[in-house]
């Protein structure tokens, strides 16, 4: 609680902040005290009604256990990071798949068709740069928004 109150833009460092092993203090919780126990002091600190990015960070810092936030943080997925960025650009860039994440990657055509705010790159391109590209969410994502190639 202490840490969302003085670091709330950081989730009270919950996934940016690694010890010296280079784990977070939302997996030193999950081993600690269990997954399920962590996850509902979690939810007690960060109410899923105060709209914060959380996923975001999540993506970003640990996106392995993404979905299990994803289920207690669903209205999330709609918002935009603190650099205007959609959770869609967000999954992309850091590997998501349409076959890890279909439903994270299948989206309206309003965000299909945007340029990601930090890179410039449409979504397209952001699949095609990613360590882990995968040639189906490419071509998915161009079939989707065809008139960027013009």
């Known amino acids: 609680r202490a840490g969302m109150k003085y670091f709330p833009s950081d989730f009270g460092f919950l996934f940016n902040r690694k010890n010296v092993d280079g784990v977070s203090a ?12 962590a996850l509902r002091c979690i939810l007690e600190c960060i109410p899923p009604e105060e709209d914060y990015p959380i996923l975001h960070h999540v993506l970003q810092h640990e996106p392995e256990i993404f979905n299990d936030f994803a289920a207690m943080y669903h209205n999330a997925l ?39 705010p930090v890179t410039g790159l449409y979504p397209f391109m952001l699949a095609a740069s990613s360590d882990s590209s995968d040639l189906a969410t490419v071509n998915y994502l161009l079939r989707r928004n065809p008139g960027v190639l013009r």
Do not use: M, W
Request: net charge positive; proline share 2%.
């Open 26 to 37: 939302c997996r030193l919780a999950f081993r600690e005290y269990g997954k399920e126990c």
């Open 78 to 116: 709609f918002l935009r990071g603190k650099n205007g960025r959609r959770i869609f650009h967000t999954a992309l860039d850091s590997g998501k798949t349409i076959r890890s994440d279909p439903l994270l990657i299948v989206r309206g055509d309003d965000e299909v068709e945007e340029r990601d």
